[in-house]
């Protein structure tokens, strides 16, 4: 399938739909576990987004999502600002002044923003961030997509994994960021970045469906 800038307007708008929607769902997780503003950071930076992308109106793929990166980087502090800045500006650099993509670029976008994460935040699978949804539904959609398969096709098995991905950081002890100051007293609760980047996956789903 193509990816054109209007995939990724909608894309982003869905996203910043989800976000704001579950602002407070967000904020209660993250009560729990840290200091209680992924929610309104989030919805902060989605807004910030959309504001920027509706003055100054990118383009291409690859401007569309350099513009949410860089709204992300200024309006969001925190551990999530530099880390979902980070996945929209790596995913700009990956796309280039191309004015669509396909899948496979698409993918390969979503594992230099996976590397991105890692490199920023060093954290890996199992220490309860967003990194637990994130490398496994990048692996599952790279190998997916090399064995010919199409994002539409296997798009409700990736949000079903991230789903599951998110709901299975609730038992883990968090061993990165604010979380991991609690030590034990982490385990139980769902992990708030996860559970933003599972409307990340969910979003780039949806955007598949059209307006
Ligand atoms: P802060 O922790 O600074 O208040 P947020 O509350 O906005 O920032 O975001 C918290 C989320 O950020 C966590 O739930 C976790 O998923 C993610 N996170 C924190 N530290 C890291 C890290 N080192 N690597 C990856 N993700 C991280
Ligand atoms: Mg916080």
């Not at 209680?36 to 793929?61: C, F, Q, V, W, Y």
């Not at 990048?138 to 096709?153: A, M």
């Not at 990736?158 to 979380?179: D, F, H, N, S, Y």
């Not at 996860?194 to 307006?211: K, V």
Request: aromatic content about 8%; some cysteine; overall charge negative.
């Amino acid at each position: 399938m193509i990816y054109d800038s209007n995939y990724f307007r909608r894309f982003v708008e869905i996203f910043a739909k989800y976000l704001r929607e579950n602002k407070e769902y967000l904020t209660q997780l993250d009560a729990a576990i840290g200091d209680g503003d992924h929610g309104i950071n989030m919805e902060r930076g989605a807004r910030t987004a959309l504001e920027r992308l509706g003055s100054t109106n990118p383009k291409t793929p690859g401007e569309i999502m350099r513009t949410v990166g860089m709204a992300l980087l200024s309006s969001v502090g925190g551990a999530a600002g530099p880390l979902y800045g980070t996945v929209f500006m790596r995913m700009s650099l990956a796309f280039g002044s191309r004015d669509h993509v396909e899948d496979k670029d698409l993918i390969s976008a979503l594992e230099q923003a996976l590397l991105g994460i890692k490199e920023l935040g060093k954290a890996e699978v199992g220490d309860k961030t967003m990194v637990d949804v994130w490398e496994p539904v990048v692996n599952f959609l790279k190998e997916n997509i090399e064995n010919g398969k199409t994002l539409p096709e296997i798009c409700e098995d990736v949000v079903a994994l991230a789903e599951e991905c998110m709901k299975a950081t609730i038992p883990l002890q968090a061993r990165k960021g604010r979380a991991s100051y609690l030590g034990e007293r982490s385990i139980g609760h769902q992990d708030p970045g996860a559970t933003s980047s599972y409307y990340f996956f969910r979003s780039l789903c949806e955007a598949i469906g059209g307006e």
